[in-house]
């Protein structure tokens, strides 16, 4: 970028500088929100849940069905991240 170019969008960097913070936090939130190892520890404790009768069969499998989805969401975004790079 050229000297008068940076001259004549001076004023506009208070906004770039908000959408480049803006975007990080975007990105940070969604790295947490489609982390695998959460989902996969959630799949363990539940099958401690029906190993130790705290949950039946039915209960289990609603909650497995839920839990697969979500971690093969998961599994997509990050493969669409690896993509990307």
């Given at each position: ?69 979500w971690l ?14």
């Open positions: 970028m050229g000297l008068i170019s940076q001259l004549l969008t001076l004023p506009l960097a208070p906004v770039r500088g908000t959408v480049w913070v803006l975007d990080q936090v975007v990105q940070a939130a969604e790295r947490e929100h489609y982390d695998p190892g959460p989902v996969r520890t959630q799949l363990a404790e539940l099958e401690r849940e029906l190993l130790s009768g705290d949950i039946d069969e039915e209960e289990f499998d609603r909650r497995e069905d839920e839990l697969l989805d093969a969401e998961c599994e997509t975004y990050q493969r669409r991240l690896n993509d990307n790079s």
